[in-house]
């Protein structure tokens, strides 16, 4: 059960159900190259995937209680996609959440992808993100292929099955890397808001 503290910044995404992620991240044209630093101090396109590969873009927070409880299946996608096209990226959006909050973070849940802090929400506008913990995939020329949750594990907000029935990231994943299109290109997310940039 979630702590009533941490219901106020709990909800549920609303996303149509014939809605298109593509439109929001725009082409190849029409996206920005931005350029992060991760923890280890190395340099990050995570919108720019190399030709032939995808990105995976998993926005967290350090206080949401559905997104750290998605830490144990965020690290096992990972690992069950070790060796394909495919790179992950853990992202946090809220401004509030420093340095070293974040890597303390990623150690008590055992994180070792690249880490993004994106406080001034770059990544969130070009993404179209807007809670924790929301999944983004995509192509190299740019577009979005899958925006939303990662599974149906919180069927709505307050209630959790025992085991998801649909698998959505892994699932758009597949298909990303067969070169198939992606379908249901957007889910909706059952998570916490992400915060207001100062």
């Known amino acids: 059960m979630l702590m009533a503290s941490s219901l ?29 630093v991760d923890q280890h101090g190395n340099l990050q396109q ?3 995937p190399p030709a032939g590969a995808i990105h ?22 990972v690992k069950d996609y070790e060796g394909e096209a495919v790179r992950f990226f853990l992202v946090h959006a809220d401004p509030l959440s420093s340095p070293e909050l974040i890597a303390e973070h990623a150690q008590s849940y055992g994180y070792r992808i690249p880490i993004i802090r994106d406080p001034s929400h770059a990544l969130v506008a070009q993404t ?17 292929l899958y925006r939303g949750r990662i599974d149906d594990l919180y069927p709505t907000l307050g209630r959790r099955r025992w085991e998801p029935s649909q698998r959505d990231l892994r699932n758009a994943i597949d298909a990303a890397l067969r070169g198939e299109p992606v379908w249901p290109e957007c889910t909706t997310p059952i998570g916490c808001y992400i915060p207001a940039r100062l």
Do not use: K, M, W
């Not at 949401?64 to 299946?73: F, G, K, L, R, T």
């Open 8 to 36: 106020t910044r709990v909800f549920a995404c609303v996303c149509l159900l014939l809605c298109s992620c593509r439109s929001t991240a725009g082409d190849a044209e029409a996206t920005q190259v931005l350029n992060f």
């Open 46 to 48: 995570p919108l720019q």
């Open 128 to 144: 179209g993100v807007s809670v924790t913990p929301e999944a983004v995939v995509l192509h190299s020329n740019g577009s979005t």
């Open 56 to 77: 995976v873009l998993i926005f967290v927070s350090v206080d949401c209680p559905i997104a750290n409880a998605y830490a144990p299946e965020i690290q096992s996608i």
